[in-house]
């Protein structure tokens, strides 16, 4: 029998088909896929050594050498609060996703917020409290970080998160209600907002009447009879003078 060849051999490995048959489009989307799920195992693998190492950390002689006892008690409390959030938050997730069946009779709407209020506090466990305040807890106890993060960095970041911790707090508390009254909207009838012209009507000026003075008006009549005659007179005095310029000039002289 004759031996197989090896290019016969390679042309059969199909990883060697795929690649060298498929569009160039299609292998770097492979590739890309295959970083990804890459990048999300070395991620996972780190968050699980860091988990492993987390509760050494604030026993480890060097570390509470480095930092003090004092800085290294106030994380481990940042680490305490941020671990019992997180547990809060996904059990009352779980709570609301069990009321959630196909068999409940709960309308569009209420399923809308109920599943809203789920993937609202899922992300803010796995988003700003896993990742974002656990790495700087993480920090907080790193010699090698720089600049170095304070505890008051984790409180001050801790009291940001507590209004969103607060805001889940009010929309379960809605959610409850709505379960007591069998998943039923209660319609609040919002008062009708007055307009400011309605309160504060614009007032009108009315026109202002002025008051007449009796000796003004007598004066001003007395002035205008003055003028009035003052120009008769000053008429009468034209024609005077224009006649008696027509006498002398129709007058003749006798020698």
Known sequence: MAPVSTRSAVLADPEYVFDRFTPKKRRSSRRAVEK??????????????LNNKRDGLFSDSAVLKHFGAEHVAGVQGCQDLMDKA?????????EIES????????SENVRG???????KARLLVTSKLRKQYQRMIDDALSPTYTP??????LTGFWEMVLLQLDQVD??????????????????VVKPVAVSAAVLNPKVVNKPVVQKTNPKKTEMDKVRADRMKAFKLQMKAKKEAAKQGKENDDNTFVVT
């Open 36 to 49: 990804e799920d890459t990048l999300k195992k070395q991620k996972l693998d780190r968050e699980k050594a």
């Open 86 to 94: 997180g547990t809060k938050l996904l059990k009352l997730a779980d």
């Open 99 to 106: 009321y959630n069946t196909p068999e409940s009779e709960i």
């Open 113 to 119: 917020d109920m599943e809203a209020f789920s993937g």
């Open 148 to 153: 170095p993060t304070k505890v008051s960095d």
């Open 170 to 187: 009010t929309d379960y508390a809605d959610l409850l209600k709505l379960k007591e009254n069998n998943w039923v909207e209660v319609k």
